[in-house]
């Protein structure tokens, strides 16, 4: 009887997709946040606010995701939109702190 699962390499490579999208948000909003804070303080704490957290909550999430993928317990959830969500809120934070960090 097989496995009603996928446990092959294709789950645990949008987890590690997922993880490395999320790393790159967390050192985006960091370093945004470096950049930008001389001129524009209070958009690279918001944008730090926003992202880095965010970003953190993706990479919690598809880390469990992974791990729970990979040993095929029936607690997967299916994907229910709101990492992407996160990511797009995400940049476009990080986007418009590096708009206000030109115009001001």
Known sequence: MTSPRDTGLAVERTALAWQRTAVSLVV???????????????????????????????L?????????????SPSVRSGDGWEPLAVAAAVVTLGLAAVAQMLG
């Not at 470096?34 to 209070?42: N, Q, S």
């Not at 730090?48 to 993706?58: H, N, R, T």
């Not at 919690?60 to 095929?72: D, F, H, I, K, P």
Request: a positive charge; proline letters at 2%; charged letters at 15%.
């Open 28 to 58: 985006g909003s960091l370093l945004l946040a470096r950049i930008t804070h001389d001129r524009v303080e209070a958009a690279s704490w918001v944008s730090l606010g926003i992202a880095g957290p965010l970003g953190l909550w993706v």
């Open 60 to 72: 919690w999430n598809s880390w469990t995701r992974g791990r729970c993928a990979a040993s095929a």
